[in-house]
């Protein structure tokens, strides 16, 4: 059983940065792909980005050269890094782990960008 919990969000001015840091248990972590989704509103939960175990990274084309995700497996934690937020970043935003066939969520952490 693996079980994340995120921090870090909070009420951000348009323009400004947050970092978001998930932290997991369990011995799996370094062999986990690890990704962030979001989830407006009225709106379905969409990938924001991912981690593979190698190290490798994906990002939604709403968030390139914006969000930079990244992992340290010494410490079992992913981080997602989002400079120059927008209202519409505003969401829930959830970490995802995913070994073989096991997906574990975390909570969720609100991140709101408005002025």
């Known amino acids: 059983q693996v079980q994340l919990v995120e921090s870090g969000g909070g009420l951000v001015q348009p323009g400004g940065s947050l970092r978001l840091s998930c932290a997991a248990s369990?011995?799996?972590?370094?062999?986990?792909?690890m990704a962030w989704y979001r989830q407006a509103p009225g709106k379905q939960r969409e990938l924001v980005a991912q981690i593979t175990s190698a190290g490798s990274t994906n990002y939604a084309d709403s968030v390139k050269g914006r969000f930079t995700i990244s992992r340290d497996n010494a410490k079992n934690t992913v981080a997602l890094q989002m400079n120059s937020l927008k209202p519409e970043d505003t969401a829930v935003y959830y970490c995802k782990s995913s070994v073989g066939l096991r997906v574990y969520w975390g909570q969720g952490t609100q991140v709101t960008v408005s002025s």
């Open positions: 369990g011995r799996a972590f370094s062999a986990s792909a």
